[in-house]
T-cell receptor, first 113, second 113 residues
Framework: SQTIHQWPATLVQPVGSPLSLECTVEGTSNPNLYWYRQAAGRGLQLLFYSVGIGQISSEVPQNLSASRPQDRQFILSSKKLLLSDSGFYLC????????????FGPGTRLTVL | QKEVEQNSGPLSVPEGAIASLNCTYSDRGSQSFFWYRQYSGKSPELIMSIYSNGDKEDGRFTAQLNKASQYVSLLIRDSQPSDSATYLCALKGYQGSGYALNFGKGTSLLVTP
């Protein structure tokens, strides 16, 4: 069966510090991978998605970036965090193809102070 | 902007009753629809997917889709306190260079003993 991991689970960072969140998927090959952010009182916002190694699509211009160095690894980064980057960051995967079903990891709760 | 609208709630139902959650959407081209359950502080969990007009039943859950009216709903029979959560409606749409899910902001459900 497929499993998705995210770490860390919680993170408190000062404004202006860098960020690196990691997501890995087990039990599947060539998954589609996604990064979402869920801010308090707001819905799920798609940040990035990837259909393959090195292929990243950005949905929201901001100070975040994403990379996919391996088939089942997806990384979210920032060089300098803003207060507005606080939120619940969720990684998700879907099978290759167009079924659309997405499965979420446990998430990382980020607080920027 | 492709909208997915849900009543934020909270929707309060007594234990054992039927909970009815509704979602409307603006993208007439959408073909795939999903319901996710999200407990407080946790990540969303896929509970139902529906692709064709009509009803789809899975245990206590029934998803209903009406593409002509651009309406999808989720019925929960014999509601239990453990069903208390936020329910997110999502539909697959084309974004950027690929397909992604558009999420509503969710309806909060409270099942009272």
């Amino acid at each position: 069966s497929q499993t998705i991991h995210q770490w860390p689970a919680t993170l408190v960072q000062p404004v202006g510090s860098p960020l690196s969140l990691e997501c890995t998927v087990e039990g599947t090959s060539n998954p589609n991978l996604y990064w979402y952010r869920q801010a308090a009182g707001r819905g799920l916002q798609l940040l990035f998605y990837s259909v393959g190694i090195g292929q990243i699509s950005s949905e929201v211009p901001q100070n975040l970036s994403a990379s996919r160095p391996q088939d089942r690894q997806f990384i979210l980064s920032s060089k300098k965090l803003l207060l507005s980057d606080s939120g619940f960051y969720l990684c998700a995967w879907s099978p290759p193809g167009l079924s659309g079903e997405q499965f979420f990891g446990p998430g990382t709760r980020l607080t920027v102070l | 902007q492709k909208e997915v609208e849900q009543n934020s709630g909270p929707l309060s139902v007594p234990e054992g009753a039927i909970a009815s959650l509704n979602c409307t959407y603006s993208d007439r081209g959408s073909q795939s629809f999903f319901w996710y359950r999200q407990y407080s502080g946790k990540s969303p969990e896929l509970i139902m997917s529906i692709y064709s007009n009509g009803d789809k039943e899975d245990g206590r859950f029934t998803a209903q889709l009406n593409k002509a009216s651009q309406y999808v709903s989720l019925l929960i029979r014999d509601s239990q306190p453990s069903d208390s959560a936020t329910y997110l409606c999502a539909l697959k749409g084309y974004q950027g260079s690929g397909y992604a899910l558009n999420f509503g902001k969710g309806t909060s459900l409270l099942v009272t003993p």
